[in-house]
C-alpha cells in the first residue's frame, strides 16, 4: 500500500514537472496541481450516469462553480473584515449599495441586495445599532422608514473598502483582463435576467420560472 502511494506520488510529481514552467516549482504548487486534477475528476456527469439521472450537465457544473465561488467569497470577506468589528456578515454589502444613494426606503435597500425581507430587516437593525445607519419617516409613505448612511458610516465604508478592494483583486484569481472582461460581460448578462425574476416571479414555482429561459 505504501510502495503503491509513493509510486503514485512520484508519478503526479513527474507529471507536474513536465508542465511547470522552466526551473521547475516548488511545494505549494504542486499542491495546487494535485487539488486541480482532484477537482476535474470530480465532474457531475459521472454522478448523473451512475444514478441514471436526466439532468443538464453543463448548467450543473455552472450552478456548482457559482455556489463554490459564493463561499469562497464569504470567506476572503470575513477575513477581509477583521478589522472592522462594526460590519459583520453581509453588513458591508448593504453600507456599499447605500453610498450610491441619498436615502432608500428599507424595502429599496433589501430588494437591491436580493434578500428576503426579515434577513434585509436584521442586517439593517444592525447596521443602525452600530450607528452606520441612520433611519428616518418617509414623508411620502407614512408606513416607510428611510434609510440614509451617517458620517461613521461614511467613515467605516472608506476604511473597509481598502480591504475589500484586495479581496476583489483575489477573487480574479489568475485570470488575465480579456477573461476578466468576458466573465464580468456574463455574470451581468446572468444577474439581468435573475433580477427580473425575483423582481416579478419570486413566488413562481421553478416550472414557471423556466419558461423564461
Known amino acids: 500500500m505504501e ?83 462594526a460590519l459583520v456578515n453581509e453588513d458591508f454589502t448593504y453600507l456599499f449599495r447605500m453610498m450610491d444613494y441619498d436615502s432608500l426606503t428599507k424595502m429599496q435597500l433589501i430588494e437591491k441586495n ?3 425581507k426579515q434577513t434585509g430587516i436584521e442586517i439593517i437593525k444592525r447596521l443602525v445599532k452600530n450607528g452606520l445607519f441612520a433611519e428616518s419617516p418617509d414623508e411620502h409613505d407614512k408606513r416607510s422608514t428611510r434609510i440614509t448612511v451617517t458620517p461613521k458610516g461614511k467613515k467605516v465604508f472608506r476604511e473597509s473598502m481598502q480591504d475589500i478592494t484586495v479581496v476583489s483583486k483575489i477573487m480574479c484569481g489568475q485570470l488575465d483582463t480579456k477573461e476578466k472582461e468576458a466573465l464580468l460581460a456574463s455574470l451581468k448578462k446572468l444577474n439581468t435576467f435573475h433580477h427580473t425574476v425575483y423582481c416579478n416571479f419570486k413566488n413562481e414555482d421553478t416550472a414557471e420560472i423556466l419558461k423564461l429561459i
Do not use: C
Not at 40 to 46: A, D, L, V
Not at 49 to 55: H, Q, S
Open 114 to 116: 436580493a434578500h428576503e
Open 3 to 85: 510502495l503503491n502511494l509513493i509510486i503514485e506520488t512520484l508519478t503526479q510529481l513527474d507529471n507536474y514537472l513536465k508542465g511547470a514552467p522552466s526551473g521547475g516549482g516548488n511545494l505549494d504548487d504542486f499542491r495546487l496541481y494535485l487539488n486541480q486534477k482532484a477537482y476535474e475528476h470530480e465532474n457531475p456527469h459521472n454522478l448523473t450516469e451512475k444514478f441514471d439521472l436526466d439532468v443538464y450537465d453543463l448548467e450543473n457544473e455552472i450552478a456548482k462553480q457559482v455556489i463554490l465561488l459564493g463561499r469562497y467569497s464569504k470567506q476572503l470577506i470575513r477575513k477581509s473584515l477583521e478589522n472592522h468589528p
